[in-house]
């Protein structure tokens, strides 16, 4: 089985990805650094998790430009 995510954080981590393409990677520590300063979540585990999701959907759309070019 795979990890259940909530509403909330995917649908901040994409809203965040649509609006700034070009600062996440698919580094962890770099993602969770920008979730910091763009997002006002007092929760230290939901950035986090936000910024992991970040991270996969960064490798997921790589993996996707790549099979297709």
């Known amino acids: 089985?795979?990890?259940v995510r909530t509403a909330m954080v995917k649908r901040t981590?994409?809203?965040l990805i649509s609006m700034y393409?070009?600062?996440?990677?698919e580094n962890f520590e770099?993602?969770?650094e920008?979730?910091?300063k763009l997002v006002?979540?007092?929760s230290k585990r939901v950035q986090n998790r936000i910024a992991g999701y970040i991270t996969r959907?960064?490798?997921?759309?790589?993996r996707k430009s790549t099979v297709a070019a």
């Open 34 to 36: 920008i979730v910091r």
């Open 13 to 15: 981590a994409r809203k």
């Open 1 to 3: 089985m795979g990890k």
């Open 57 to 62: 959907l960064v490798k997921i759309n790589k």
């Open 40 to 42: 006002d979540i007092p």
């Open 21 to 25: 393409p070009s600062l996440f990677t």
């Open 30 to 32: 770099s993602n969770k």
